[in-house]
């Protein structure tokens, strides 16, 4: 069974800077991150397949960068100049199967999904 552990969230200022970890037991081909706010549905925020590809979300990109080594089995999310609205519970997901890169940011394309990790933006 495939075991994702998210680490990194916290509380960080508005403009400030984050940076998301996601071990995986068993390594994927493809992978993302997703986020949730409080009463608002889940986001796709940014994913990545086995040759590198990645596609992110225009609310997150150019600020945002997903990356994976696979040498240590971890996914991780660099996240520069938070904002308000990029508070919320982030979650890592993966899959063995390759992911079409239109759909990386799709969630009913993967099958195993982390815990979560809240992350909360101030002023």
């Known amino acids: 069974q495939v075991q994702l552990v998210e680490s990194g969230g916290g509380s960080v200022q508005a403009g400030g800077s984050l940076r998301l970890s996601c071990a995986y037991t068993?390594?994927?081909?493809?992978a993302a991150w997703f986020r949730q706010a409080p009463g608002k549905e889940r986001e796709g925020v940014a994913g990545i397949n086995g040759d590198g590809r990645t596609e992110y979300a225009d609310s997150v990109r150019g600020r945002f960068t997903i990356s994976r080594d696979n040498t240590k089995n971890s996914l991780y999310l660099q996240m520069n100049n938070l904002q308000f609205e990029d508070a919320g519970v982030y979650y890592c997901?993966?899959?063995?199967?390759?992911?079409?890169?239109?759909?990386?940011?799709?969630?009913?394309?993967?099958?195993?999904w982390g815990q979560g990790t809240q992350v909360t933006v101030s002023s």
């Open positions: 997901a993966t899959s063995r199967w390759e992911v079409p890169h239109a759909d990386l940011r799709r969630a009913d394309q993967y099958t195993n």
């Open positions: 068993n390594r994927p081909y493809s």
